[in-house]
């Protein structure tokens, strides 16, 4: 429901009471999921142009030049609420809403990403949602051929009870032919396409805008949408077909708030006239606040000239779908909804899209690391323990989920990041952050997020084009979040200035708690990230190489997997120099290195286990340190000649080969052998019965 100081607002505004239909309008498109109210001045902060960007902020997503012929539709999205409450269902269309906005913008989607974060799998009820949303997410991108090439997995108590489901979608589209989600003129009518119109998903924007309570609440949830994957993929080509034709003015997908929040959003710049009794339903009896507010799946309303209706009408029977002409675009900035000729809603369209007041919550900054306790475990033990972690164990069960060779452009889906060949290049694609470190250095911790992204494209030589985010907090009523939310938006924003990086969307999901597990999620600003490079597949590196280490090391052991395993405590990292970045891409655009990968969960420890499992290393500082510390800006490279490295501050710890991971460490020499890495990287595995 609206709170009573929206609805009093409103009340004086429009100077009369408000009808069944303008209530559920504006209690989901002024709803914190649709309006950004807590949000969106510390969102106006962040860099978001670019030479490269064509289009940034405020649409279905974000437009950025890949080459002279083709550029890129990104956007990234979030679906916690609904995975929490109907996981699999919840999942799937989370990916279907990301993968209609990408194609709302004219633009044929390529691949998706899915950052995960769950709570411990010890709990039945966790990995029950970790299974039913990666099958959720696999059936349905499967579905419509379109391939998860890259994801994250998060294991943290703090998402018991709300567990988070972001996903990135990336399409292709000409420069010069991309569409708006914004009318363009007058006179012109709007045409609904897709699936017919439910009553699932009512209210879905309101509830997606509060907290997981308990069971109590069960009556206020919204029926779950339901996706369909086959009607999708008819409906991606449909939209193509029409957008080919060139005569398509505008497109926006059917997402929260329904026909109400895409209609309205559409023509925000003029105004429209909906007939809601031409919408074609699937249900009997549904009444106008039903029609305008359902959040049924696999719909878009496309605008177009008078006489081009029947050409859009015949590509969607072509397609085997259903559409309708439900309404027109007005030159009066009025937002009417009308049934049978009698109008049942009548408001100003700026006061509903764009009208909410601006929240200004109370911060209160916190300090939450604690002193450092060293584990008494030997080193091996913790080396074991570290690497049958969920964080760093091997993710192959869920990979292997989903089709990752769709549409034949993947060169190299293996460690650092995704690489796809798209025209003579490569587009690289990297995702994720780390919510514990976040936590406890709220700015850093997403500093080092871009950064530690921006290090994975370093990896295979490529250069960042563009940031999308999900920005996942608690709720903003409580000062230490309302902190938390501002310290991440500000230490992203100056990442990505340092690093020259624009941030052109995402989405931010707040209220992430829950009553029925008493939890908060940690702050979750998860990112994604888009770069290109030449086509180059990740190498291992060759028995007798140099293994180096560039970067500074530091007892950085606070939200580290370490810590996790152990509760040792300890301070988070500091904001890494991002300069190191480059000069990493610098020696794998040269092919001065043969093979490199960045240092972050686990540490260096869990680096050698995954890209050298059979080498002999020399560590002289600290063993805790050297293998465990997850400082941030860090990078093992492999190399046949050190001379490659002159002029790059460096440090040799070994030699690839043998028969085993040999460690020698100051106070001895640790030796685990092949099997017993294997062994603990496929741990998590086995408790997914995978």
């Given at each position: 429901?609206?709170?009573?100081?929206?609805?009093?607002?409103?009340?004086?505004?429009?100077?009369?009471?408000?009808?069944?239909?303008?209530?559920?309008?504006?209690?989901?498109?002024?709803?914190?999921?649709?309006?950004y109210?807590?949000?969106?001045?510390?969102?106006?902060?962040?860099?978001?142009?670019?030479?490269?960007?064509?289009?940034?902020?405020?649409?279905?997503?974000?437009?950025?030049?890949?080459?002279?012929?083709?550029?890129?539709?990104?956007?990234?999205?979030?679906?916690?609420?609904?995975?929490?409450?109907?996981?699999?269902?919840?999942?799937?269309?989370g990916?279907?809403?990301?993968?209609?906005?990408i194609?709302s913008?004219?633009?044929?989607?390529?691949?998706?990403m899915?950052?995960?974060?769950?709570?411990?799998?010890?709990?039945?009820?966790?990995?029950?949602?970790?299974?039913?949303?990666?099958?959720?997410?696999?059936?349905?991108?499967?579905?419509?051929?379109?391939?998860?090439?890259?994801?994250?997995?998060?294991?943290?108590?703090?998402?018991?009870?709300?567990?988070?489901?972001?996903?990135?979608?990336?399409?292709?589209?000409?420069?010069?032919?991309?569409?708006?989600?914004?009318?363009?003129?007058?006179?012109?009518?709007?045409?609904?396409?897709?699936a017919?119109?439910?009553r699932?998903?009512?209210?879905?924007?309101s509830?997606?805008?509060?907290?997981?309570?308990?069971?109590?609440?069960?009556?206020?949830?919204?029926?779950?949408?339901?996706?369909?994957?086959?009607?999708?993929?008819?409906?991606?080509?449909?939209?193509?077909?029409?957008?080919?034709?060139?005569k398509?003015?505008?497109?926006?997908?059917?997402?929260?708030?329904?026909?109400?929040?895409a209609?309205?959003?559409?023509?925000?710049?003029?105004?429209?006239?909906?007939?809601?009794?031409?919408?074609?339903?699937?249900?009997?009896?549904?009444?106008?606040?039903?029609?305008?507010?359902?959040?049924?799946?696999?719909?878009m309303?496309?605008?177009?000239?008078?006489?081009?209706?029947a050409?859009?009408?015949?590509?969607?029977?072509?397609?085997?779908?259903?559409?309708?002409?439900?309404?027109?675009?007005?030159?009066?900035?009025?937002?009417?909804?009308?049934?049978?000729?009698?109008?049942?809603?009548?408001?100003?369209?700026?006061?509903?899209?764009?009208?909410?007041?601006?929240?200004?919550?109370?911060?209160?900054?916190?300090?939450?690391?604690?002193?450092?306790?060293?584990?008494?475990?030997?080193?091996?033990?913790?080396?074991?323990?570290?690497?049958?972690?969920?964080?760093?164990?091997?993710?192959?069960?869920?990979?292997?989920?989903?089709?990752?060779?769709?549409?034949?452009?993947?060169?190299?889906?293996?460690?650092?990041?995704?690489?796809?060949?798209?025209?003579?290049?490569?587009?690289?694609?990297?995702?994720?952050?780390?919510?514990?470190?976040?936590?406890?250095?709220?700015?850093?911790?997403?500093?080092?997020?871009?950064?530690?992204?921006?290090?994975?494209?370093?990896?295979?030589?490529?250069?960042?084009?563009?940031?999308?985010?999900?920005?996942?907090?608690?709720?903003?009523?409580?000062?230490?979040?309302?902190?938390?939310?501002?310290?991440?938006?500000?230490?992203?924003?100056?990442?990505?200035?340092?690093?020259?990086?624009?941030?052109?969307?995402?989405?931010?999901?707040?209220?992430?708690?829950?009553?029925?597990?008493?939890?908060?999620?940690?702050?979750?600003?998860?990112?994604?990230?888009?770069?290109?490079?030449?086509?180059?597949?990740?190498?291992?590196?060759?028995?007798?190489?140099?293994?180096?280490?560039?970067?500074?090391t530091?007892?950085?052991?606070?939200?580290?997997?370490?810590?996790?395993?152990?509760?040792?405590?300890?301070?988070?990292?500091?904001?890494?120099?991002?300069?190191?970045?480059?000069?990493?891409?610098?020696?794998?655009?040269?092919?001065?290195?043969?093979?490199?990968?960045?240092?972050?969960?686990?540490?260096?420890?869990?680096a050698?286990?995954?890209?050298?499992?059979?080498?002999?290393?020399?560590?002289?500082?600290?063993?805790?340190?050297?293998?465990?510390?997850?400082?941030?800006?860090?990078?093992?490279?492999?190399?046949?000649d050190?001379?490659?490295?002159?002029?790059?501050?460096?440090?040799?710890?070994?030699?690839?080969g043998?028969?085993?991971?040999?460690?020698?460490?100051?106070?001895?020499?640790?030796v685990?052998?092949?099997?017993?890495?294997?062994?603990?990287?496929?741990?998590?595995?086995?408790?997914?019965?995978?």
């Amino acid at each position: 429901m609206l709170p009573a100081h929206d609805l009093a607002l409103l009340k004086t505004t429009l100077g009369r009471d408000l009808t069944d239909v303008e209530l559920a309008c504006f209690e989901n498109l002024w709803s914190e999921h649709c309006s950004y109210r807590s949000t969106k001045r510390l969102l106006r902060t962040l860099p978001t142009t670019g030479s490269g960007v064509l289009l940034g902020p405020g649409d279905d997503a974000a437009i950025v030049r890949f080459s002279e012929t083709c550029a890129l539709a990104v956007g990234m999205e979030s679906h916690n609420h609904p995975s929490y409450v109907e996981p699999y269902d919840g999942a799937a269309t989370g990916v279907g809403g990301i993968v209609r906005d990408i194609l709302s913008m004219g633009a044929r989607p390529i691949a998706l990403m899915d950052p995960l974060y769950f709570g411990p799998l010890d709990s039945e009820k966790n990995r029950y949602l970790v299974e039913q949303i990666v099958a959720g997410i696999a059936d349905y991108g499967n579905g419509i051929g379109v391939p998860v090439v890259r994801g994250e997995l998060v294991f943290d108590p703090s998402y018991s009870g709300n567990p988070l489901v972001n996903v990135v979608c990336i399409g292709t589209v000409d420069p010069g032919r991309y569409i708006t989600a914004r009318a363009k003129r007058p006179g012109s009518r709007l045409v609904l396409v897709g699936a017919a119109t439910g009553r699932e998903g009512l209210g879905g924007a309101s509830f997606a805008s509060r907290d997981l309570a308990g069971d109590r609440d069960a009556a206020d949830r919204p029926d779950a949408q339901v996706g369909d994957p086959c009607m999708e993929k008819l409906l991606i080509d449909a939209i193509l077909a029409m957008a080919k034709t060139g005569k398509v003015l505008s497109c926006r997908d059917l997402g929260a708030a329904g026909l109400a929040g895409a209609s309205s959003e559409m023509a925000g710049t003029f105004g429209a006239v909906i007939h809601a009794d031409r919408v074609h339903l699937r249900e009997t009896g549904m009444t106008p606040r039903e029609i305008m507010l359902a959040e049924s799946q696999e719909r878009m309303l496309v605008e177009v000239a008078p006489g081009d209706v029947a050409l859009m009408g015949e590509i969607a029977e072509r397609h085997d779908l259903a559409w309708s002409d439900i309404g027109e675009v007005i030159d009066e900035p009025r937002y009417i909804v009308k049934l049978r000729g009698e109008t049942v809603a009548d408001l100003p369209i700026d006061l509903l899209v764009g009208g909410a007041p601006l929240c200004a919550w109370e911060t209160s900054p916190y300090s939450a690391e604690t002193p450092f306790v060293r584990p008494k475990a030997p080193v091996k033990d913790l080396a074991l323990g570290i690497l049958a972690h969920p964080d760093v164990a091997r993710k192959n069960w869920v990979y292997e989920r989903y089709d990752r060779e769709v549409q034949l452009r993947s060169v190299s889906l293996a460690h650092d990041a995704a690489v796809l060949r798209l025209e003579d290049k490569a587009l690289v694609l990297s995702c994720g952050c780390n919510p514990a470190q976040i936590y406890l250095k709220p700015f850093e911790g997403t500093a080092n997020a871009v950064i530690e992204n921006a290090s994975n494209l370093a990896c295979l030589g490529a250069e960042p084009l563009c940031i999308v985010d999900c920005l996942n907090f608690a709720s903003p009523e409580h000062p230490e979040i309302a902190w938390q939310i501002e310290q991440c938006v500000l230490g992203l924003g100056d990442a990505a200035r340092r690093m020259g990086i624009p941030v052109v969307g995402g989405n931010v999901s707040l209220y992430n708690e829950s009553d029925e597990f008493g939890t908060q999620i940690k702050p979750t600003p998860s990112i994604g990230m888009v770069g290109r490079g030449e086509v180059r597949e990740w190498t291992a590196p060759r028995s007798g190489e140099n293994l180096v280490l560039i970067g500074t090391t530091l007892p950085d052991f606070g939200g580290s997997v370490l810590d996790a395993v152990t509760g040792c405590g300890g301070s988070a990292p500091a904001m890494a120099d991002p300069a190191v970045v480059a000069v990493v891409r610098n020696l794998v655009e040269a092919g001065k290195v043969t093979a490199a990968t960045d240092l972050s969960r686990g540490g260096l420890l869990a680096a050698l286990a995954k890209i050298a499992p059979r080498a002999d290393v020399t560590l002289a500082g600290d063993p805790l340190a050297e293998l465990f510390s997850e400082t941030c800006g860090r990078f093992l490279v492999a190399v046949g000649d050190e001379a490659a490295l002159a002029g790059t501050e460096h440090r040799i710890i070994g030699t690839v080969g043998g028969d085993a991971l040999t460690l020698r460490l100051k106070d001895g020499t640790v030796v685990i052998a092949p099997e017993e890495i294997e062994t603990a990287l496929a741990t998590t595995a086995r408790t997914m019965r995978y």
